[in-house]
């Protein structure tokens, strides 16, 4: 039997934390190595294991896998989160880009220089988006499919990376789905997934959002 993903990255969110939501949303155990020194990740490029010298990197099935999008999709293949033909797989892949996009924002807040006063502003751009741009899409999708899931009747990578664009968003803004009532249900539905609900316990791998301190010590071993 082959051994647990190991993940290679810093113990924070950042773009390894969708790879541990898919990996827990498909009840798959794996292994952390943090990066906590320059030093570490230089070991990493020197010794040839980061194809494009950076991460996230995960092993599994006897590969080193780099490139975010890439250990997703070979996750979601492999777990049966990936619909079940070219159309499905389609329609969920974009509608992970567009959870991606959302989440993405709102990763590199913390990472962001500036005063108080411009985040604070960069946060009601992006809250402004999630409400006007992403949340009224994926309200019709719902509403539009009629079905339990974003894409056919069946979780996908886009339902569990789209629970976390939302609960991230509302790390920002506790009522941002007050005017999406398919979402709040649909979030409530999704987050009692028992391999799910399992992720958002406390103690489980899943990272608190990074504070300044967390984003300073990342900053450090990339620079």
Do not use: C
Request: charged share 30%; net charge positive; aromatic share 8%.
């Amino acid at each position: 039997m082959a051994g647990k993903p190991k993940l290679h990255y810093f113990n924070t969110r950042g773009r390894m934390e969708p790879i541990r939501w898919l990996l827990a949303a498909a009840g798959i155990e794996f292994e952390e190595q943090y990066i906590q020194s320059k030093g570490e990740l230089e070991k990493l490029k020197q010794d040839g294991l980061l194809l494009f010298q950076q991460v996230p990197m995960v092993e599994i099935d006897g590969m080193k896998m780099v490139q975010t999008r890439a250990i997703l999709n070979y996750i979601a293949g492999k777990y049966n989160l990936y619909g079940k033909d070219l159309k499905e797989r389609a329609l969920i892949d974009m509608y992970s880009e567009g959870a991606v996009d959302l989440n993405e924002m709102i990763m590199i807040l913390p990472f962001k220089q500036g005063d108080a006063k411009e985040k604070e502003k960069e946060k009601t751009a992006i809250l402004e988006k999630a409400t006007g741009r992403y949340f009224p899409v994926f309200e019709k999708v719902l509403k539009d499919h009629g079905q339990d899931f974003l894409v056919g009747n069946q979780l996908s990578k886009a339902d569990v990376q789209l629970l976390e664009a939302i609960l991230t968003t509302e790390e920002l803004k506790a009522d941002v789905l007050s005017k999406f009532p398919l979402l709040k249900a649909y979030k409530t539905r999704i987050s009692n997934i028992p391999t799910i609900k399992k992720f958002l316990q406390p103690g489980s791998p899943r990272k608190p959002p990074p504070d300044e301190k967390t984003a300073a010590d990342a900053l450090k071993v990339f620079h």
